[in-house]
């Protein structure tokens, strides 16, 4: 014969159930967990909430590839730095991208008449946006739920080198096919460039380490390609805005 709890005892059992499996605050990448503390954490929680935010492998989409959809991980503990070459609509689109990640966009520039499009769609769909001149004020670091992205379009500011903080990336605009660009690229996490001439390839070639094919695979971009390029990899993807970002960007 069973016998039942009184009724404030069974209140407060329930009350320590669901403590037990209440989500643990904060943004817990499951990557970045130790194999002890994903154990540890999925014996109590289980394993569909270990981490609090999911984005998918790498959270924000550069493009498509051969293979399916290209993301990196751009946000992260720690500071991500990268170089650009693109023309403006790619630059606009990644900068869009991560606005609806819930950054907070910094642009730095010589001309800011270039960029008040962006800022303005940026605002009308809520994200937050500050255009900054020499002197301006970049934020030290992001948060795990509010990273911030600097864009450094400006001759008065050096994007790789200035000082990060953890959540933060920094988007470099600069001439991948200058003299100095083996060292840009080099302080670069990545680089994101289109199009790519035979300067530009030998630089990526001597700062990545790249093998013949991957030389190759840099070469001979289309209109709307793209090649994403780190230490021994090379990725072509294409970046095509999505309906609702050619409405709201570009009018369409």
Avoid at 111 to 135: F, I, M, N, S, Y
Avoid at 150 to 162: H, R, T
């Amino acid at each position: 014969m069973s016998v039942g709890l009184p009724p404030q005892q069974m209140e407060a059992a329930k009350r320590r159930k669901l403590k037990q499996v209440a989500p643990a605050p904060g943004w817990i990448m499951p990557e970045e967990q130790s194999a002890e503390h994903s154990e540890a954490y999925n014996a109590t929680h289980g394993p569909s909430q270990a981490a609090v935010v999911h984005t998918g492998p790498s959270g924000l989409l550069v493009g498509e590839a051969a293979g399916g959809p290209v993301t990196v991980r751009l946000f992260r503990n720690r500071p991500t730095r990268i170089l650009t070459t693109v023309p403006e609509y790619m630059l606009w689109l990644f900068a869009f991208r991560c606005v609806s990640l819930g950054a907070h966009l910094s642009i730095l520039a010589d001309e800011h008449r270039r960029w008040q499009a962006l800022a303005g769609t940026v605002e009308r769909c809520g994200g937050t946006v500050d255009l900054l001149g020499k002197g301006g004020v970049v934020p030290s670091q992001g948060r795990p739920y509010r990273p911030s992205l600097v864009i450094d379009d400006a001759s008065f500011y050096d994007g790789l080198q200035a000082p990060l903080g953890p959540w933060q990336a920094m988007l470099a605009q600069v001439d991948a096919a200058a003299s100095g660009a083996v060292h840009w690229l080099r302080s670069a996490d990545m680089a994101l460039l289109s199009p790519a001439n035979s300067r530009t390839v030998e630089n990526l070639r001597r700062a990545y380490a790249l093998n013949q094919r991957q030389t190759k695979m840099c070469a001979n971009i289309d209109g709307n390609e793209a090649v994403l390029v780190m230490p021994r990899r090379v990725v072509r993807v294409q970046i095509p805005p999505t309906q609702s970002e050619y409405r709201l960007l570009f009018g369409g």
